[in-house]
């Protein structure tokens, strides 16, 4: 079983399953999700033997929190060690009106982006339902979250059956009983997943990670677009922003070395136009093993007017804790540096 991906339904159909009134399942989804139960027997209402039985059999958690890190502006990262050793990063990004949990969807990531940390040591599994769950209700006992973005390590469409079914646990009303609209797919591009999602949880926000207009940068910057080149990601795009009725995202992590030129500019509005997109510029957090160089801020301001005066709608966006590297594209399991099983 794995508790933390049970939705109210599934929970009612164990405790019938091992002779317990449906009830005594409802009492474990609001135990887990909203009392922060560590242990079965810290799950209010549970018969005192079953609970025995429960913990006997296993952890209720699916990971526990091997090191923390506090950023001076408040952002706080994760390790936690899954149940056969696997790390996952996962981080808490509070403000005054909101608090955001950055969750992973694999331990590791395939795409192996240029610039980013989490690809370096490629993939080594998927997360189930649970695990990507948990790493929201972790951070649910520092304050209650209200978003959730899935732009921690791993690419969430080639994990697509327990993303999806980890945001509809999510919203779960005897749960955390989340709104659609607060939870943020990130993805590098897969066209029949961006098109599914659209049919699947229209809802949900969809942000696609460019990062180049033309595709000779692109596939030096992203190898996943050599199996699916600009063309049908932004044909995908498209289509899904006009079958949700929102405006299509795009993220584009800016590189003094690599994509920042006047022609990158040109082509990246060029690009975004077609489908009304509208362009978040994240300056390059620094990943030492990469090699990139993160712009200055007079370089940011002159890639952003260029890309104004080219037609294109952009907002640069701000970085959190990057002093504790949780910042959007640092996120890397410090084998080293955490604690031994």
Known sequence: MDPFGLNAAEARSWAQSIGL???????LVQGIYRAGADRYADVKGLPRDLAERLDAAGPLLPGVEVK????????????????????????SIPTATRHTVC???????????????SGLNGV?????????????????????????????????????????RAIRVLGEPLGLGMGRRRLTISTSGVPARIRQLAVDEPQVTLA?????????TRSKLVPLNKRWP????????????????RRATLEYVLLADANMTHAHAFSLAAAARPIGAHINLIPFNPVFETGHRRPTPDEVLLF??????????????????????AACGQLKKRVDEAAPA
């Open 68 to 91: 923390r890190q506090e950023s001076r502006d408040g952002t706080v990262k994760s390790l936690l060690r899954l149940h056969d050793g696997k790390l996952v990063e996962c981080v």
């Open 230 to 245: 600009l063309a049908e990601v932004l044909a995908a795009m498209g289509d899904y922003a006009g079958a949700v009725g």
């Open 21 to 27: 009134p449906a009830f005594r399942g409802e009492q």
């Open 103 to 117: 969750v992973s969807s694999q331990v590791g990531c395939a795409v192996g982006c240029s610039f980013c940390a």
């Open 208 to 216: 696609l990670s460019l990062h180049a207009g033309d595709d000779e």
């Open 304 to 325: 952003a007017d260029q890309l104004s005066a080219a037609g294109g709608h952009a907002t640069v966006r701000g970085s959190r804790g990057t002093d504790i590297d």
């Open 124 to 164: 080594e599994r998927d997360l189930t339902p649970g695990e990507i769950v948990y790493q929201v209700v972790h951070h649910q006992r520092l304050k209650p979250v209200t978003n959730v973005v899935f732009m921690g390590s791993g690419e969430p469409m080639f994990n697509y059956d327990n993303v999806l």
